[in-house]
């Protein structure tokens, strides 16, 4: 059964750069067709998808948090990470990470979130 744990600060201030890792046990994030995501949800609104790397690496983002985007991946430690530039309060959220096994859009595993709050 494959599980996902987030970890990293739960308080950022503004303009910083908030990095979380998600690491990934009872599945390799290398295994073919499988897709692995970054998903946030502020309070009191929906769930934002914010990007995914993919099994061969391959990386796609929201076009709305591009510019402030980056997610990479440590294969040898199986756990993918989320940095994410220019913080201000609007991206406080629970962060979570996800699999989507098969490229079809469907997060049937998901980490358990974590809050970030971005206040100085």
């Known amino acids: 059964q494959v599980q996902l744990q987030e970890s990293g600060p739960g308080l950022v201030k503004p303009s910083q750069t908030l990095s979380l890792t998600c690491a990934v046990s009872?599945?390799?994030?290398?295994?073919?067709?499988?897709?692995w995501s970054w998903i946030r949800q502020p309070p009191g609104k929906g769930l934002e998808w914010i990007g995914y790397?993919?099994?061969?690496?391959?990386?796609y983002y929201s076009p709305s948090l591009k510019s402030r985007t980056s997610i990479s991946r440590d294969t040898s430690k199986n756990q993918f990470t989320l940095q994410l530039s220019s913080m201000t309060p609007e991206d406080t959220a629970v962060y979570y990470c996800a699999r989507d096994p098969a490229g079809s859009w469907d997060f049937g595993s998901w980490g358990q979130g974590t809050q970030v709050t971005v206040s100085s």
């Open positions: 790397i993919g099994y061969s690496g391959s990386i």
């Open positions: 009872g599945d390799s994030i290398t295994t073919k067709y499988s897709y």
